[in-house]
């Protein structure tokens, strides 16, 4: 079983800053890549940023600049540094694993179950 957990969302002021962390739990092999993703309501979920296990990073336009995101030493944990945040990040962020497990032979994406930001004007 694989479960992936985040943490460190809240409530914050527009130009205020928040570090998101997720950790990916079980019996795994290798982890491919690690990301970030939001959704609003009445929108749909979008990617925020991505980091391979190589280190290579991607991030939305939207967020390029303000945000970054790093993986942890342990490599089954990845963070969301988010800065000069403003009401239109303000969503729930949830975190993405494309990872396989000990038991398969091909690599799967997980989720988490959802932090809840929210950035006041």
């Known amino acids: 079983q694989v479960q992936l957990v985040e943490s460190g969302g809240g409530l914050v002021q527009a130009g205020g800053s928040l570090r998101l962390s997720c950790s990916a739990s079980?019996?795994?092999?290798?982890?491919?890549?690690m990301g970030w993703y939001r959704q609003a309501p009445g929108k749909e979920r979008e990617l925020v940023a991505t980091i391979t296990s190589g280190g290579t990073t991607n991030y939305a336009d939207s967020v390029k600049g303000r945000f970054t995101i790093s993986r942890g030493n342990a490599r089954n944990t990845v963070y969301l540094q988010m800065n000069s945040l403003s009401p239109e990040d303000t969503a729930v962020y949830y975190c993405n694993a494309n990872l396989r497990r000990l038991t398969s032979l091909r690599f799967d994406d997980y989720w988490g179950q959802g932090t809840q930001v929210t950035v006041s004007s």
């Open positions: 079980g019996i795994i092999f290798s982890i491919n890549a």
